[in-house]
């Protein structure tokens, strides 16, 4: 059973979330992250699969913080996925990461800035393991079925995409809800809504990129309420003390109510089909 497999299987026809803090800080705080996601989910019978990044390579400023070490965050994610028994996820950002990455975690995702990096892609399907790519700010929802073909064309047929909103002017992004069915239809594969990076508000001059968290449930409901396969979110005890995306982060405590939520509306979907 592939990790997408293993998400899809829901008795209930629940979405899977993929949550966790956008950059591992420490072992103490990934463990506690994911031991608390897990209570919720388990208990709303959601799939789930933890997400932390070993380094953030996307940075606006060279001062931004990268990550504690690679060795050291890939051993933390590898604690995660056997403390738990769970499906863990990462993001690479070059060719040679993804056979790194590979022997610690059960998903390679590969971040919307890259998803026309073919090279890379390749590479990450080339380690068997699920690929999930995000759709790039720049492209339409339509366009992603080539990615995805890229994935499959390369032997592996494990592989969803991520929206996580285009791009609205300089610094700012919107949600088309018409692309979940889009993707879907197109790509033939799971598709999940990343609802906190969907609400940044990047390119900012200070080179800090901002954020709207209010609108997470409203970004969530709407995806839900569209058929959207999967639930993708960052989440951190404290926010505004993230090493990396504080401003658009879920608060570790606001999960549980808005994940109740969504199951209601999931039930509320599924009666009507």
Known sequence: MTTIDFLKDSPTRNFFLVAGPCAIEGEEMALAIAEELIKTTSSLNIPFAFKGSYRKANRSRLDS???????????????????????????????????????????????????????LIVAAAKTGKTVNIKKGQFLSPAAMKHAVGKVRESGNKSVCVTDRGTMFGYQDLIVDYRGIPEMQNACQCPVIMDITHSLQQPNQGSG????????????????IAVGVDGIFLETHPEPAAAKSDGANMLPLSQVKQLLSNLVILREAVNSMN
Do not use: M, N, W
């Not at 590898?78 to 060719?95: A, Q, S, Y």
């Not at 059960?106 to 090279?119: E, G």
């Open 208 to 223: 800090v990129t901002g954020g709207k968290p209010a609108l997470i449930s409203t970004v969530a409901k709407a995806a």
């Open 65 to 119: 913080f990268t990550g504690i070490g690679d060795e050291k965050a890939l051993h933390i994610l590898r604690k995660v996925r056997e403390t738990f028994g769970i499906p863990v996820v990462t993001d690479i950002h070059e060719t040679a990461e993804a056979a790194i990455a590979a022997e610690y975690v059960d998903v390679l995702q590969i971040p919307a800035f890259l998803c026309r990096q073919t090279d």
